[in-house]
C-alpha cells in the first residue's frame, strides 16, 4: 500500500512538471521571438543609419490612409507608413523600413511579417510572409497590416475614383467622416478594403513591375519583403477575403479566353489501362470551355494492354476530339516518355498529367490555364488530396536545406492551415509533376525536362526550379482539387533500398544544380521549420538555440544494458544525424558559409512508449560504436503535436520530441548506431531500442 502511494506521488509529481513544460513550449513563438530579437535589435544599433535617417517617414492607420492620400495638399514624407488601426508597429520597425529604401533605391514598395500580442501580453500566431507573390496577391491581400511606399510614387498612379480638390467638397469631408469613424469601432469595411487593395497598392504594385517576368538574380523582386516582424496586431492577423476585391484582380479565367487556346494534356502511362480509363473519362465528363487533345506516352505495355489503350483513346477521338497514342518501349524514363509527348504535341498549353489523376469539378481545365496563359507565369499546378478523403497529398513544394517537400502533406484540407495557405492561389517554388501546365513556348525555352540526370524523381522539381530560374513565377491553384492515386503505376520508392540509393543521388544532383534555391526558398520564409519531417508551418525554434549550442557529453557505458530491457514497446524515430552546420545552412554551403556556425553534431527525432503515460520517462540518447562500445547522451524534449495526433494510447504525449548535440571531437572518428534509453522515475522500469540511423563522426571535422 506505502509503495502504492509513493508511486502515485511520483506519477503525480512528474505529470505537474510535464504541464509546466508543455506550456512553456507551446508557446514555441514567445521563446524564440526573444532572443531573435535581441540579437536583431544589437545588429540595428550597430549598424550605419545615416542614408536611412536622412529619409523622412510618417506611420498612417488605414482608416485614414485615404482621406491622407488624397487630401488637401501638403509637403510629404519620403517614405508613408501604412498600418491597420488595432495594433502598433514594432520600436525598430521604422528604423529598418528608412534603412530599406536608402539600401534599395530601385524598390518603392515593401511589406513586412506581424504577430499579434494577447490579452495577456502574450505573443502568439507569427505571420512570416512570402517574398512578392504576385498571384498570392491576386488571391488575397497577403501584404496584411503594413506595408510602406515612396510617396513620389504617387504621381505615378491614380489612386481612386476622386481628385485631391474633392476633399474640399463638405459632401466628401462628411463622408470621410463617417467612414474613419465606423473603421474605429468595428472592422475595416469593404469599401476601406477595396480602395486599399484595388486603388493604391494593386496600382503601386503595377507600377513597379510586380506582374511581370524578373530580371537579374533569382532573388531580385520588384517588391521589397522585410522578413522580420514588424506590427503586433491585437487579434490573430488574417488575409482580407477576396471577395472583396475581386473587381481589381487580372489573368482571371473567362470562357472567351480558355476557348482560343489548345491544350496539349501528355499522359504517360504503362499497363494500367483500367487506372488510364479512369483518368481520361473523368477529363472528358468535366472539361468544358477549353480545347484540349491528349497525349499518351507508353514505355512499354504489353499486346493485351495496348489493345485496351487504343481501343480506350479511339473511342475518346470518335466521341470528344483528338487522341494520339505514342507508343515506344524503353526503360522507365519519365522525363523521356513527357519530352516524347511536348515534341508531337500541337498545344499553345502542355499539361503533364499522371495516369492515375482523378478529376471530379468542372473548369479545373480553365482555372490551370488562365493562370498558365499569363506572360510572367511559369509551371501551374493544382492542389491534390488523396482518393476518398480530405487529406492532402499537394499543395505545393517547399525547398528546404535538406530538398523539397510536400509541405501540408497528409494534413486535413478541411481545416485552413497557416493563413489560409491550402485554400487560396499560392506562388511557391515548384509543383508536382502530376499534374504540371505550362506554355509549350517556356518548355522549349528550358529544354525541357531533363533526361540524363532525372530520369525518375525530381524531374519536375528541376523544371520547375530552372523556370523559376529564368525570371517566371510557379503557381499551385489550392482553391480547386484534383484526387491523385499516388504511386499506383511505380510503387513507394522509399520501400525499395536500391531505389532509394537512386533517389539520394538524384537529389544530390538536383541540390547542386540549384544550389541557391537550397538555402533560401523565397516563398518559404527562412524563420519557418527546415525540418522535412514537419509538414505544418511553424517558427524553427531549435535553431535559435543551435546557433548558440549547449553541447552535451557522450558518457561511456560502463556496463552492458540486460537484454531484457531492450523493448520494441519503446518506438523511436531519428529524423536528422550529421552536422550542426550542415542542419543550420544546407548541404551546399561550403566552409566559407559556415564560419561563424559552432561545429558539433546535432541528432533529433522523436520517441514513446506505447501504451503509457510519457511524463514519467527521462530519456537518454544511446551511440553504439563499431566494436560494440555504448554513449549516452541527455536529451532536450521537444513539442512534437505532430505526433501526438497520430497516437491513440498514449497520455501525455505532446513532448515525444527529442534533440542533443554533441561537439565535434567529443567521440572517436566511425559510425555509431543511435539508440534510446527510456527510464521510468516511477519504478525501476528500463527501456532500450536502437534506430537503424548511423550517425558518422568524421576525423578533422
Not at 487593395?197 to 533569382?218: H, I, N, P, W
Not at 499497363?271 to 468544358?288: F, G, M, Q, W
Not at 548541404?587 to 566559407?592: F, G, V
Amino acid at each position: 500500500m506505502l509503495k502504492k502511494m509513493i508511486q502515485e506521488r511520483l506519477v503525480k509529481g512528474r505529470e505537474e512538471q510535464y504541464r509546466k513544460d508543455l506550456a512553456s513550449k507551446q508557446n514555441a513563438y514567445a521563446a524564440w521571438y526573444r532572443p531573435h530579437t535581441f540579437e536583431l535589435k544589437r545588429q540595428i544599433e550597430a549598424a550605419d543609419h545615416t542614408k536611412g535617417n536622412a529619409l523622412s517617414l510618417e506611420v498612417v492607420r488605414y482608416s485614414h490612409l485615404r482621406s491622407y492620400i488624397l487630401g488637401e495638399k501638403r509637403k510629404m514624407p519620403d517614405i508613408i507608413v501604412a498600418c491597420d488601426d488595432d495594433g502598433n508597429v514594432t520600436d525598430y520597425a521604422e528604423q529598418m523600413i528608412r534603412d530599406f529604401f536608402a539600401e534599395h533605391e530601385d524598390i518603392s514598395f515593401v511589406y513586412g511579417d506581424e504577430d499579434r500580442i494577447d490579452e495577456d501580453g502574450q505573443l502568439r500566431d507569427p505571420w512570416l510572409k512570402p517574398d512578392w507573390s504576385p498571384d498570392t496577391f491576386l488571391s488575397t491581400f497577403y501584404i496584411g497590416d503594413i506595408f510602406a511606399f515612396r510617396s513620389s510614387e504617387l504621381a505615378m498612379i491614380n489612386p481612386g475614383g476622386r481628385v485631391a480638390s474633392d476633399i474640399e467638397a463638405r459632401q466628401k469631408l462628411e463622408a470621410d467622416a463617417e467612414e474613419e469613424k465606423n473603421a474605429a469601432k468595428t472592422d475595416l469595411d469593404d469599401p476601406m478594403r477595396s480602395w486599399i487593395y484595388g486603388k493604391l497598392c494593386m496600382r503601386l504594385l503595377q507600377a513597379e513591375g510586380g506582374f511581370t517576368r524578373r530580371s537579374g538574380d533569382v532573388f531580385d523582386f520588384p517588391v521589397g519583403h522585410i522578413r522580420e516582424i514588424l506590427f503586433h496586431a491585437s487579434r490573430k492577423p488574417e488575409p482580407w477575403n477576396s471577395n472583396l476585391i475581386r473587381g481589381s484582380l487580372t489573368g482571371r479565367f473567362s470562357s472567351e479566353s480558355a476557348a482560343t487556346r489548345l491544350i496539349s494534356i501528355i499522359i504517360p502511362s504503362k499497363d494500367n489501362p483500367k487506372v488510364l480509363a479512369t483518368c481520361i473519362r473523368s477529363i472528358e465528363k468535366y472539361t468544358e470551355n477549353s480545347p484540349y487533345e491528349i497525349i499518351v506516352v507508353d514505355n512499354g505495355s504489353s499486346p493485351e494492354n495496348q489493345v485496351q489503350v487504343r481501343r480506350l483513346l479511339k473511342a475518346h477521338d470518335d466521341a470528344q476530339g483528338a487522341a494520339r497514342y505514342i507508343y515506344a518501349p524503353m526503360e522507365f524514363n519519365f522525363s523521356r516518355m513527357c519530352n516524347l509527348g511536348a515534341n508531337a504535341a500541337n498545344g499553345e498549353l502542355l499539361l503533364f498529367l499522371n495516369d492515375d489523376i482523378e478529376i471530379r469539378a468542372k473548369g479545373w481545365l480553365s482555372y490551370l490555364s488562365e493562370k498558365a496563359k499569363l506572360p510572367y507565369v511559369g509551371c501551374v499546378g493544382m492542389k491534390l488530396l488523396y482518393p476518398n478523403s480530405d487529406m492532402i497529398q499537394h499543395a505545393g513544394v517547399v525547398n528546404v536545406h535538406a530538398g523539397p517537400i510536400h509541405k501540408l502533406q497528409y494534413c486535413s484540407n478541411k481545416e485552413e492551415h497557416y493563413f489560409g495557405y491550402n485554400k487560396g492561389v499560392r506562388n511557391v517554388i515548384a509543383v508536382t509533376g502530376a499534374c504540371l501546365m505550362l506554355k509549350a513556348s517556356l518548355f522549349r525555352e528550358v529544354g525541357g525536362f531533363d533526361e540524363e540526370n532525372f530520369a525518375v524523381a525530381f524531374n519536375d522539381i528541376d523544371l520547375c526550379l530552372s523556370v523559376y530560374e529564368k525570371g517566371y513565377y510557379n503557381v499551385v491553384r489550392n482553391n480547386m482539387y484534383l484526387y491523385h492515386h499516388e504511386s499506383l503505376s511505380r510503387g513507394d520508392d522509399r520501400k525499395d533500398k536500391i531505389k532509394a540509393q537512386r533517389l539520394s543521388k538524384e537529389q544530390e544532383r538536383l541540390l547542386s544544380r540549384h544550389p541557391k534555391l537550397f538555402l533560401r526558398d523565397p516563398f518559404y520564409h527562412p524563420y519557418l521549420n527546415q525540418d522535412p519531417a514537419v509538414k505544418e508551418f511553424s517558427i524553427a525554434v531549435e535553431d535559435v538555440e543551435l546557433r548558440n549550442p549547449h553541447y552535451t557529453k557522450p558518457e561511456k557505458v560502463e556496463k552492458a544494458f540486460p537484454e531484457k530491457w531492450t523493448d520494441p514497446v519503446l518506438k523511436l524515430g531519428v529524423e536528422y544525424a550529421d552536422s550542426l552546420d550542415r542542419w543550420l545552412t544546407g548541404p551546399l554551403t561550403d566552409a566559407a558559409g559556415r564560419a561563424e556556425i559552432n561545429k558539433g553534431y546535432y541528432i533529433k527525432g522523436y520517441a514513446f512508449v506505447i501504451n503509457a503515460n510519457q511524463a514519467v520517462y527521462d530519456r537518454k540518447v544511446l551511440l553504439k560504436a563499431e566494436d560494440g562500445t555504448i554513449y549516452e547522451m541527455d536529451s532536450e524534449t521537444a513539442y512534437r503535436p505532430d505526433i501526438a495526433q497520430n497516437l491513440t494510447d498514449q497520455i501525455n504525449d505532446r513532448l515525444t520530441g527529442f534533440w542533443t548535440i554533441l561537439k565535434n571531437d567529443a567521440l572517436p572518428k566511425g559510425k555509431y548506431l543511435i539508440g534510446m534509453l527510456a527510464i521510468d522515475r516511477t519504478s525501476r522500469q528500463r527501456l532500450v531500442n536502437w534506430s537503424d540511423v548511423e550517425l558518422k563522426v568524421r576525423e578533422g571535422y
